[in-house]
T-cell receptor, first 121, second 110 residues
Framework: GAVVSQHPSRVICKSGTSVKIECRSLDFQATTMFWYRQFPKQSLMLMATSNEGSKATYEQGVEKDKFLINHASLTLSTLTVTSAHPEDSSFYIC?????????????????FGPGTRLTVL | GQNIDQPTEMTATEGAIVQINCTYQTSGFNGLFWYQQHAGEAPTFLSYNVLDGLEEKGRFSSFLSRSKGYSYLLLKELQMKDSASYLCAVYTDSWGKLQFGAGTQVVVTP
């Protein structure tokens, strides 16, 4: 089946530092990837749509200068949280959409990475 | 705006059946997904409906009525491992943008 990896799985950093999170589609190509944020006991909130070879599209209220997204290849997107603060502590999850119509399992589904737990002290 | 509603929590006993309802009002509709999410983990795909009707997949079934903006996920023969959050999500455009409901926490008791 389709696999999406994220690295790191967990990161703890000091306030003011930048953190980079990688999202990779391992066995399929993904022109489009998505970044979500999830706070405890809440649902996933879409932050931005990452498109290979072009600028990301950010959802309303998400600061593009704070959350830098780079989609350099068909299998890799990165999210950099710049100058992280404690309120940025959250579970960050990426998903990738299979470029092949129907996807691996015959549906037009997105495949989620395992998530990255960010804690900013 | 986008509005996707589902109950916050449901409790059922092992072996029973539980139905999780989801109603949606979105600016676009290109399909509806159900995902299962255990605490601290990423969502895993359960089902996808784009046409009206029932989709059955083992112990899980999902129903969609586009005219009513309504879907449900039916979990049969509940097992303890089914205790998780179940997320209803709508594809709101053709590029794959998903809007999620807040999730329904299902608690399975012995």
């Amino acid at each position: 089946g389709a696999v999406v990896s994220q690295h790191p799985s967990r990161v703890i950093c000091k306030s003011g530092t930048s953190v980079k999170i990688e999202c990779r589609s391992l066995d399929f190509q993904a022109t489009t990837m998505f970044w979500y944020r999830q706070f405890p006991k809440q649902s996933l909130m879409l932050m931005a749509t990452s498109n290979e070879g072009s600028k990301a599209t950010y959802e309303q209220g998400v600061e593009k200068d704070k959350f830098l997204i780079n989609h350099a290849s068909l299998t890799l997107s990165t999210l950099t949280v710049t100058s992280a603060h404690p309120e940025d502590s959250s579970f960050y999850i990426c998903s990738a959409r299979d470029d092949v119509a129907g996807g691996v399992d015959g549906t037009d589904t997105q495949y989620f990475g395992p998530g990255t737990r960010l804690t900013v002290l | 705006g986008q509005n996707i509603d589902q109950p916050t929590e449901m409790t059922a006993t092992e072996g029973a059946i539980v139905q999780i309802n989801c109603t949606y009002q979105t600016s676009g509709f290109n399909g509806l997904f159900w995902y299962q999410q255990h605490a601290g983990e990423a969502p895993t795909f359960l089902s996808y409906n784009v046409l009206d009707g029932l989709e059955e997949k083992g112990r899980f079934s999902s129903f969609l009525s586009r005219s009513k903006g309504y879907s449900y996920l039916l979990l049969k023969e509940l097992q303890m491992k089914d205790s998780a959050s179940y997320l209803c999500a709508v594809y709101t455009d053709s590029w794959g943008k998903l809007q999620f409901g807040a999730g329904t926490q299902v608690v399975v008791t012995p």
